[in-house]
């Protein structure tokens, strides 16, 4: 009896291992972990069953792994940290934060290496950058254009040479020669209008203007007073004529030839007089044709100053 219960137990509860299961060709799964030692299966008893056959096309199943699942599966290392080690980072980071300023080093501005990037002509990189960066760029390179120009030959960036002028076709100008005869037109322009109006005044004003000077130029060598007894001056009021002079007949020095200051002849016989003291010519024939107003502008400075002697006079008999 015993015998057969031990033969009917072993041939109906006790097996061996688990025989393998074909893997599905749906999703390639590990194939579980075989038990070890005896395994008592009851195809009768509930709660029992091959959960992995059931659950074959089940992809949201938790996978069993030698009776134990992965979410319950216990981390390989531990998170826990001693006294001691947090200590020594916390004062790691207070080192870095103080050598650092507080700023991390992606807060710092970095340059990247710009052999095999595409630059703008501002020298500042293409893409998308920080305003950090392109500040840097910029800084970069304008500092080493900065010191190709010190390096620089003068010769080759045009120090101290002279500007260069060209005119609409191209030819270079001298501006030496340019300015040379600008200032040549306007002195000959000056020199034109002087001419213009010296042409306009005449002969007898050009030598009083040229007797004038040559007073101005002797006026250097005089004494500060002239008297009475002065040759000079006396010799130069005896030259003056005067039409109203009573004393004229008497006169032995007379002009010579009968010409004037220009050395134009003159008329020798009596003629009127005029306000510009001008006498005329010596072929005129002694016929007045003027309009009488050289004769009426005398009469008014006469009577101009006898008004002035009768009003002097009739003061002076009163007091």
């Known amino acids: 009896m015993s015998s057969s219960l031990a033969e009917y137990l072993a041939k109906n509860y006790l097996t061996a291992d688990a025989p393998k299961k074909k893997p599905t ?6 194939e579980a972990v075989p038990t070890t030692g005896i395994v008592i299966a009851d195809d009768d008893a509930p709660g029992w069953e091959d959960t992995n056959a059931n659950n074959s096309d089940n992809d949201d199943a938790p996978t069993i792994l030698g009776g134990v699942t992965k979410s319950f599966k216990k981390a390989t290392t531990s998170n826990w940290k001693t006294v001691e080690e947090a200590a020594e980072t916390a004062a790691a980071d207070a080192i870095l934060a103080a050598n650092t300023d507080g700023r991390t080093e992606d807060d710092e501005p970095t340059v990247a290496d710009d052999t095999a990037v595409i630059k703008m002509s501002s020298g500042a990189h293409a893409g998308l950058q920080t305003g950090a960066q392109v500040a840097a760029q910029l800084a970069a390179a304008k500092e080493e254009e900065r010191r190709r120009f010190l390096v620089a030959d003068p010769a080759d960036i045009g120090k101290g040479q002279e500007t260069i002028y060209r005119d609409a076709s191209g030819r270079i100008i001298n ?12 002195q000959e322009e000056e020199e034109k209008a002087l001419r213009e109006k010296e042409m306009q005044k005449g002969d007898v004003q050009r030598l009083q203007a040229s007797e004038r000077s040559k007073q101005l130029q002797d006026a250097k060598y005089m004494t ?14 005896k030259e003056q004529e005067r039409w109203n ?12 030839g009968g010409k004037s200051k220009t050395g134009h002849p003159v008329y020798q016989g009596a003629a009127a007089p005029n306000r510009f003291g001008i006498r005329p010519g010596h072929k005129w024939d002694g016929v007045d044709r003027g309009n009488g107003f050289e004769s009426k502008w005398f009469q008014a400075q006469n009577k101009k100053r006898e008004t002035v002697q009768r009003r002097y006079e009739s003061q002076m008999d009163i007091d």
């Open 175 to 186: 501006i030496a020669m340019q300015r040379a005869e600008a200032r040549k037109k306007i």
């Open 245 to 256: 002079d009573p004393a004229a007949a008497f006169l032995t020095k007379k002009l010579a």
């Open 25 to 30: 060709k749906k999703r390639k799964r590990k």
């Open 224 to 237: 500060l007073s002239r008297y009475a007894d002065d040759k000079e001056l006396n010799e130069e009021l």
